[in-house]
């Protein structure tokens, strides 16, 4: 059964940085896309930042620049640094993984999700 469990959220000042990572258990590399994704009160989930088995990475415009997807395939791990926060950018975050490429990556394509993880920036 796969698992994805999120870690690293938490509160910072606009302009500070956070990494979080996301661990995936019962789950194989083989081809597939991991994701992160975050949801805002009151707004529609949106892809962040994917990347691919073969590390190809994705960045939604509004991170680009600031954020960057990285994995590390032994630990199973996959993380996103987060560069120069803004308010905007509070939100629950979700890690996501699926079991094909990343060339479609919006929500619906991924069918496992972890729990969330809290990220809130204070001005």
């Known amino acids: 059964q796969v698992h994805l469990a999120e870690s690293g959220g938490g509160t910072v000042q606009a302009g500070g940085s956070l990494r979080l990572s996301c661990a995936a258990s019962?789950?194989?590399?083989?081809?597939?896309?991991m994701g992160w994704f975050r949801q805002a009160p009151g707004k529609e989930r949106e892809g962040v930042a994917a990347?691919?088995?073969?590390?190809?990475?994705y960045y939604a415009d509004s991170v680009k620049g600031r954020f960057t997807i990285s994995q590390d395939n032994a630990k199973n791990t996959v993380y996103l640094q987060m560069k120069s926060l803004k308010s905007e950018d509070s939100a629950m975050y979700y890690c996501?993984?699926?079991?094909?490429?990343?060339?479609?990556?919006?929500?619906?394509?991924?069918?496992?999700w972890g729990q969330g993880t809290q990220v809130t920036v204070s001005s």
């Open positions: 019962g789950y194989t590399y083989s081809s597939n896309c």
């Open positions: 996501a993984a699926r079991d094909r490429g990343c060339v479609l990556w919006v929500p619906a394509a991924f069918g496992y």
């Open positions: 990347i691919s088995s073969a590390g190809g990475t």
